[in-house]
């Protein structure tokens, strides 16, 4: 706390209280009756929300909001733990990143995060496995505190701070990391490390003639130096090894993701109440952006797709750009991020309330497949996220055969539905990377569930349910026996959408 504006307090109050009798003075003693202002927590001490400087955001156990400080040291210990002997692990800070000569909205890498919660760019950790009881060492390096820069880019924690919230057994300036690492990395044989993408890998791919024509980001680190110097044998990727850990979610991080599911959730259904015919897709996605910082959430996870009519058909249509018509369907792909996680929902729903008949023959195929899917999420079915794709495209072909498809080899897989049904999600829209579509699913997995059926204007295809696009997407966390909709809040039945669209459920636009 900053103690020279906490020493403010009883001053203000001695002036107020020798405030002249309130007929000669009544600008002062309006301001007498409102709240005492908060001066001790603004502005913050620290490079990130702390229980101590944002007790509105975070509870006393808490590192970062949700997640308590012991969870973060838990996730440090079972990584070293899956370690073998003589390894130490090394992560950076995601770089910041520009644009038009601005700043971007600063985001944290997510595995140093996951280890860490420490939020600040220009920093570092290393792990070094030990025998102690706590299993490893922890080096963090940050910028500290540097009161002339503070004052413009705002506050950072202190080494002292690092060592007391973030548990670290070491806080160092970011200046000493290249020299430490160098020092620090010799010991061990085994050098847990992911390396920056590197310019010069793909030399062939027109991504790499971009890369070249656009100005260098950041100049050829020392640390790049240092850790190239490392030799083959005994530089190894971290990241599959935290992918492992992310791949299951705690209760805590569950209780994260229900909450951003719920916040995009019920601005999915808002949404729908806000939309009318006439009304531009864009402001549709303002709209739902709005709704979901109102409800604490930092950012969007992702640019949403708002498409009217046959703009469903683009799968990422992210332009946003058209009026919505009488008589057409929207499909809106579009989650929140809160506190650290994602979320990923979609719906279909009628721009003016109430689906056509076709509009909703086709729906309730795509309902009906997705529902008998959800349910297949559980530990106990014992399928891969590949074997629950096959079975969409089996559900859904016996859906469309009923509705009058008649579908020829490829039909499905290559023109309707061209995208395949899940992915893991977390700190990430798609934890996916290193995530293997053929390992059975397992309890306190989540995973997404998004059936689409998008169908082009072409003879062989029933011509009322041309141009339609329709995908219906939720979260799920898979359970034992059970699987747990974390996206429940967003309106999935027909009656339930028509009934948010048309304000039936008491559901107010914003
Ligand atoms: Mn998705």
Redesign the pocket.
Known sequence: MCSSFRSLLPALRAFTAKCPPPQICTSLRTYATEAVPDFEHKPSHYGQPLFQSHPHLLRPHELTPGIPSEEYERRRKDLMDSLPSNSVVVLIAAPVKYMSGSIYKYRQGSDFWYLTGFEEPDSAVVLEKNASSRGYRMTLFSNGKDSAKEKWDGPRTGFDDALNFFKADDALTIKAFPAQLRSMISLYSNVYIDLPQSPRKNARSTKSLLRYLSPPVNPRSEYETVVESLSSSRRKPLAPHIAQLRAFKSVCEQQVMRMAADISGRSHAKTMRFTRPGISESALAAHFEYLCSLSGSQRLAYVPVVASGPNALIIHYTSNNQVVQDGEMILM?A?CEYNGYAS?I?RTYPANGSFTPPQRELYSAVLSAQKALVGLCTEAEGLSLHDLHRKSCDFLRRELKQIGFTLHTGDLERVLYPHFL??P?GID??ESSYSDRGESLKAGMVI?V?PGIYVPPTAQFPKHFHNFGIRI?DEVLVGEKHPVVLSVSAPKEIADIEGACQGLLGLEPI
């Open positions: 792909d989650g990923d979609t899940s992915h999600i829209l798609h997404t998004e997407e």
